[in-house]
């Protein structure tokens, strides 16, 4: 039986094999395992990416494709794959999740994040987490070891610490870039410059020139979705957030249904971009809709709802998603979002800018 897949994959796929036409359906009796991850969505233009940071990126994108492959070509399940791979990103400074996470107005990160599996529709959030290393696995430890969906700041930590979830001391999450960006927000906002945090150390002088990375004041998000062998989705979202937001503000990421949904009888969804946008249209759940109930294609769906609704209601981001067939998409409406996709049997595709594959 042909392997369904999406359009933009199969024409990556094409593209990456010289121009080839119809890729060969694989030999395999029934539909493999499919993979996609998004490391933010924003501004990101070729002309002002450094050619180390594109590749700095890509690298990172294609290792947390081989972070799941590892977990999904074994037979493991999507929830596994997703938070094996959410893990990895939220341990690199690179994104906004875990390491590497924005700070809030008052100088401090709190970290969002939220897990769904789309073969019970159990879910897992948490919200304002200050001191667990990675926040996917304390919304994972809510989903099934909690009777509840969504727990936030100490009452979340406190649970995580009676289950053994890993903490991490707040300077865990500091990098010097985010700082920086968060003074310069800030200091555009007119608004005070709150004291580093305890236990970084001070201001190197003098300040690294650029570190070839660009300034990701804005988004940096991860998310992935996952469909394993037996036919499951889920999805997985982990963010600081947006840069010197209000403290207690919560954003998307763990809302389910926002930027995080998974169901197996649509598809399952991770979003990025500016969160309140994404809450208002509930945004993952509605891309679902319109694959279980509204007769769209993926893509079809994921395009409605980012280049028409959230457009047209002023919001900027983006999705990944995967149909319970394994067919896989996304949509965003800014000039990048980093991503990949991969699928059993299939060349990975990684991209960053606006008309890659
Ligand atoms: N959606 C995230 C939030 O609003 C931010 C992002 O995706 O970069 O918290």
């Given at each position: 039986?042909?392997?369904?897949?999406?359009?933009?994959?199969?024409?990556?796929?094409?593209?990456?094999?010289?121009?080839?036409?119809?890729?060969?359906?694989?030999a395999?009796?029934?539909?493999?395992?499919?993979?996609?991850?998004?490391?933010?969505?924003?501004?990101?233009d070729?002309?002002?990416?450094?050619?180390?940071t594109?590749?700095?990126?890509r690298?990172?994108?294609?290792a947390?494709?081989?972070?799941?492959?590892?977990?999904?070509?074994?037979?493991?399940?999507?929830?596994?794959?997703v938070?094996?791979?959410v893990?990895?990103?939220?341990?690199?400074?690179?994104?906004?999740?875990?390491?590497?996470a924005?700070?809030?107005?008052?100088?401090?990160?709190?970290?969002?994040?939220?897990?769904?599996?789309?073969?019970?529709?159990?879910?897992?959030?948490?919200?304002?987490?200050?001191?667990?290393?990675?926040?996917?696995?304390?919304?994972?430890?809510?989903?099934?070891?909690?009777?509840?969906?969504?727990?936030?700041?100490?009452?979340?930590?406190?649970?995580g610490?009676?289950?053994?979830?890993?903490?991490?001391?707040?300077?865990?999450?500091?990098?010097?870039?985010?700082w920086?960006?968060?003074?310069?927000?800030?200091?555009?906002?007119?608004?005070?410059?709150?004291?580093?945090?305890?236990?970084?150390?001070?201001?190197?002088?003098p300040?690294?020139?650029?570190?070839g990375?660009?300034?990701?004041?804005?988004?940096?998000?991860?998310?992935?979705?996952?469909?394993?062998?037996?036919?499951?989705?889920?999805a997985?979202?982990?963010?600081?957030?947006?840069?010197?937001?209000?403290?207690?503000?919560?954003?998307?990421?763990?809302?389910?249904?926002?930027g995080?949904?998974?169901?197996?009888?649509?598809?399952?969804?991770?979003?990025?971009?500016t969160?309140?946008?994404?809450?208002?249209?509930?945004?993952?759940?509605?891309?679902?809709?319109?694959?279980?109930?509204?007769g769209?294609?993926?893509?079809?769906?994921?395009?409605?709802?980012?280049?028409?609704?959230?457009?047209?209601?002023?919001g900027?981001?983006?999705?990944?998603?995967?149909?319970?067939?394994?067919?896989?998409?996304?949509?965003?409406?800014?000039?990048?979002?980093?991503?990949a996709?991969?699928?059993?049997?299939?060349?990975?595709v990684?991209?960053?800018?606006?008309?890659?594959?």
């Amino acid at each position: 039986m042909p392997h369904p897949r999406s359009a933009p994959f199969l024409l990556a796929l094409s593209l990456l094999a010289g121009g080839c036409t119809t890729p060969a359906p694989p030999a395999a009796p029934k539909p493999g395992w499919a993979l996609a991850v998004h490391g933010g969505a924003g501004v990101m233009d070729r002309e002002t990416m450094s050619a180390e940071t594109e590749a700095t990126y890509r690298a990172a994108l294609q290792a947390a494709l081989n972070r799941g492959t590892a977990v999904l070509d074994k037979g493991g399940s999507a929830l596994d794959a997703v938070e094996a791979v959410v893990r990895g990103l939220e341990d690199d400074p690179l994104f906004n999740a875990g390491r590497g996470a924005v700070f809030t107005a008052d100088g401090r990160n709190e970290l969002d994040a939220a897990i769904m599996d789309g073969g019970t529709l159990k879910a897992g959030a948490v919200a304002g987490i200050t001191g667990i290393r990675n926040p996917i696995t304390l919304a994972r430890a809510v989903m099934e070891q909690s009777p509840h969906v969504m727990m936030i700041g100490q009452g979340a930590e406190r649970f995580g610490a009676e289950k053994s979830v890993e903490k991490a001391d707040p300077s865990w999450f500091f990098t010097e870039k985010r700082w920086q960006s968060l003074k310069k927000t800030l200091t555009e906002r007119g608004l005070p410059i709150p004291p580093r945090p305890p236990g970084v150390g001070p201001e190197p002088v003098p300040l690294a020139q650029g570190d070839g990375l660009p300034e990701d004041r804005k988004f940096g998000t991860v998310g992935v979705v996952a469909r394993d062998r037996a036919g499951h989705v889920a999805a997985g979202t982990s963010t600081g957030g947006t840069t010197a937001k209000l403290w207690g503000r919560v954003g998307d990421s763990p809302i389910i249904g926002a930027g995080t949904y998974a169901d197996d009888k649509s598809c399952a969804v991770s979003g990025t971009g500016t969160g309140e946008y994404f809450i208002r249209l509930g945004v993952a759940r509605e891309v679902c809709n319109l694959v279980g109930y509204g007769g769209k294609s993926l893509q079809q769906a994921a395009d409605a709802v980012i280049q028409k609704q959230l457009t047209a209601l002023g919001g900027d981001g983006g999705v990944i998603a995967v149909a319970a067939d394994g067919t896989l998409a996304w949509s965003f409406n800014t000039s990048g979002m980093y991503r990949a996709m991969a699928a059993e049997g299939q060349k990975p595709v990684v991209a960053i800018f606006k008309g890659e594959p």
